[in-house]
């Protein structure tokens, strides 16, 4: 079975545990201050790397179901 998403509180809370918040990294990476927050509920690879980055996971383990593999063939 395969384990749930995230819940974005938990990934919020993932993220200002490594001392920073989605806001300083959405300016680290030169976007606009809410850019990275949009990927609590849109899919977009490189933010959702970003972001899985800082507390050292990949974004695979954040958003499985964005991940998962087509069953069909």
Known sequence: MMQP???PAD???AV???GVSITAL???AG???STLANILHRRWPKGE???ADAPGVT???IWPS???RSECC
């Open 49 to 51: 790397k970003l972001i």
């Open 5 to 7: 998403d995230w819940h």
């Open 26 to 28: 959405s300016y680290k």
């Open 16 to 18: 200002r545990k490594q």
């Open 66 to 68: 964005r991940y998962r």
């Open 31 to 33: 976007l606009a201050p």
């Open 11 to 13: 990934i919020i809370a």
């Open 59 to 61: 974004p695979e383990q």
